[in-house]
């Protein structure tokens, strides 16, 4: 009965979002909040007290991901307004009007270094619009950014869902360099097979057959490389292997290298290389100021994350308030129980490098008063529904992690582990897809799920590190189901009511992830 009701708002989710004419998430997602609410309440005897505090630090945490649709929008919308985004089509059409070299050069490679310095769902959110104005559809666009977004995950911001995501485990460094050799190994073979069914979303497979020698070239551009490096480093291999993929995949499109000869209907116009650059100059300094501030040896991403308390005000029955010297706000014992959430003000992407970026191009494109307000009130006028959906998200999600050992989401996963028995080393990896599910990041899955897949690797005498490397793995294929990335997105790109489509859409390339994953593993085992 435990399990029964831990996994039937899930299933019940999952239902109303994916039926014929399916409830959109702004309803769907509060709804099975409030069911999982009653759950815990009634069924767990979960305290009041602390799930009323868990709904307040969700207001909180929804924060970050709401606030980062925000800036993306906006830096979306000056695309727009300034011209910019007509001209770097231009360019694009420039270097190669096949559609196929634009998906992989934009939707692969330049996503694969964007995830490698940001992570935070920020490789979508940028890739995407980009695309579109291309010409792509944009439901389509959803769907392939959402599943090409997976193979660098693991080492997504700098490698945090290795690092920090088994932090707790207090494992040694040669374990965690060798979780990430295990991880790269895994996604390096996926990566053969996950950018064809994305770009499956968009083209034929005839168009794919006709420029299947350049997929592969701008794959192993980025994996190669990335593969490498997971060799000495478990920080860098995403965010390096993506900018050198970029720079290949560029060059072996201009040369048409591998590539099917595409003719463009109507003329192309020539673009100067200053205005080139000056549209290009939005991206490049999001490019400069991300990998500037998530690289921790050039000293600013600590700067940005001092928690030292600069100030702290009691609430009173709501809580402790905190605001630390690099602005991080902390709501800590809220309603008196042990429920705490932050918003890391400067280190989300959301001033720093979006608005920030914006502030700076609005003289440079030298746009006028009424287009400065149309940019921030069409922004705002989007909002509203992602951040319903993502509140009921993070409430369902702050409320089905109660319970420690007797949690939901725990006892789903355990569940899964006794049915599996000693075959459990082939579905580890959707216990990872399962806590992405939930929780929108490879890092909070590997630091719920990660223990449980310890645990069972050490009881059932099995490879711990192949055993995380799993999870890290799982966590990473997750990106294409997870409720936060497909909000993100769709709110992004204007797409209303279509989550529960893009979810049924991108949950088969997740499940032959998954089969790759466990072949792999029984490879790696024998």
Request: charged fraction near 10%; glycine fraction near 8%; charge should be positive.
């Amino acid at each position: 009965m435990p399990l029964f009701f831990s996994i039937t708002p899930i299933v019940l989710l999952i239902w109303m979002m994916t039926k014929r004419n399916g409830i959109p998430s702004y309803m769907a997602l509060p709804l099975t909040a409030v069911i999982v609410y009653f759950t815990q309440l009634f069924w767990f005897e979960s305290s009041s007290l602390l799930l009323h505090a868990n709904i307040i630090t969700a207001l909180v945490s929804v924060l970050t991901p709401i606030t980062i649709i925000l800036g993306a929008i906006l830096l979306n919308k000056l695309m727009q307004i300034s011209g910019a985004e007509d001209v770097v089509r231009n360019w694009l059409e420039n270097i190669s009007p096949n559609p196929v070299a634009q998906l992989m050069i934009i939707g692969w490679a330049f996503a694969f270094m964007i995830e490698g310095a940001s992570g935070f769902g920020t490789p979508a959110a940028i890739a995407a619009p980009i695309l579109v104005g291309l010409g792509f559809n944009p439901l389509r666009v959803a769907l392939l950014t959402l599943v090409m977004n997976s193979v660098p995950v693991s080492f997504g911001a700098v490698g945090t869902p290795t690092w920090f995501g088994f932090a707790n485990l207090g494992l040694s460094d040669g374990n965690l360099l060798e979780i990430g050799r295990l991880s790269a190994l895994i996604h390096f073979v996926a990566g053969f097979v996950i950018p064809l069914l994305a770009l499956r979303f968009i083209v034929s497979w005839q168009e794919i057959r006709g420029n299947i020698l350049f997929i592969f070239l701008s794959i192993l551009s980025c994996t190669t490389p990335y593969l490498l490096l997971a060799q000495v480093n478990y920080e860098f291999p995403a965010l390096i292997g993506g900018a050198i993929g970029l720079a290949l995949s560029v060059l072996f499109a201009r040369l048409g290298i591998g590539i099917k000869r595409y003719e463009k209907k109507g003329t192309v116009r020539v673009v100067p290389f200053s205005k080139i650059i000056k549209a290009m100059m939005p991206t490049l300094l999001l490019i400069v100021i991300l990998i500037i501030t998530r690289i921790h040896q050039l000293g600013i991403k600590g700067l940005l994350n001092n928690a030292d308390i600069q100030w702290q005000l009691n609430l009173g029955w709501l809580g402790e308030l905190n605001v630390s010297k690099s602005l991080i706000i902390n709501l800590q014992q809220v309603l008196g129980t042990s429920a705490s959430a932050s918003y890391k003000i400067l280190y989300a992407p959301a001033i720093i490098p979006f608005l920030l970026v914006v502030l700076l191009c609005i003289p440079l494109f030298q746009l006028n008063r009424y287009q400065v307000k149309q940019i921030f009130c069409e922004t705002g006028s989007r909002v509203f529904k992602p951040f319903i959906a993502l509140f009921g998200a993070l409430v369902m999600v702050n409320i089905m992690m109660l319970g420690g050992e007797n949690a939901p989401v725990i006892i789903i996963g355990k569940a899964l582990a006794v049915m599996t028995g000693e075959s459990w080393l082939l579905f580890s990896s959707f216990l990872g897809a399962l806590g992405s599910f939930f929780s929108g990041s490879n890092t909070v899955s590997n630091l719920t799920f990660g223990g449980i897949q310890y645990s069972i690797a050490l009881n059932g005498g099995m490879n711990a590190n192949l055993m995380l490397a799993l999870q890290s793995v799982g966590g990473a294929m997750g990106n294409m189901i997870c409720l936060n990335n497909i909000i993100a997105v769709c709110s992004i790109l204007g797409i209303a009511n279509a989550e529960g489509q893009i979810m049924k859409k991108t949950i088969l390339p997740m499940l032959v992830y998954g089969v790759i994953a466990a072949v792999m593993a029984l490879i790696l085992t024998f």
